[in-house]
Nanobody, 115 residues
Framework: QVQLVESGGGSVQAGGSLRLSCAASGVIFSTYAMGWYRQVPGKQRELVARIASGGSTDYADSVKGRFTISRDNAKNTVYLQMDSLKPEDTAVYYC?????????WGQGTQVTVSS
């Protein structure tokens, strides 16, 4: 059974930091591309950052220079370090793991940034 479990969400003031974690089980984690997405009510889910199995990374323009994605294959975990948070970063953040036809999502974790 595949599971992606996010943690680390919460409430923070603008300018603050949070680190999200996503622990994977039931997959050969190192072979999966992992990503963080976010969604606000009434809008489509959008890519925040992703990291390939080989370690290359990609970021949405809105978070470049503020967010950092990383992975620890020994711990089957992907992280999203979020610094200099802004109110517009408020959303539910989802973890995604993908490899070929296999595509899995976590349940989401709420991030709220107050001004």
């Amino acid at each position: 059974q595949v599971q992606l479990v996010e943690s680390g969400g919460g409430s923070v003031q603008a300018g603050g930091s949070l680190r999200l974690s996503c622990a994977a089980s039931g997959v050969i984690f190192s072979t999966y591309a992992m990503g963080w997405y976010r969604q606000v009510p009434g809008k489509q889910r959008e890519l925040v950052a992703r990291i390939a199995s080989g370690g290359s990374t990609d970021y949405a323009d809105s978070v470049k220079g503020r967010f950092t994605i990383s992975r620890d294959n020994a711990k089957n975990t992907v992280y999203l370090q979020m610094d200099s948070l802004k109110p517009e970063d408020t959303a539910v953040y989802y973890c995604r793991g993908a490899r070929g036809l296999y595509d899995y999502w976590g349940q989401g974790t709420q991030v709220t940034v107050s001004s």
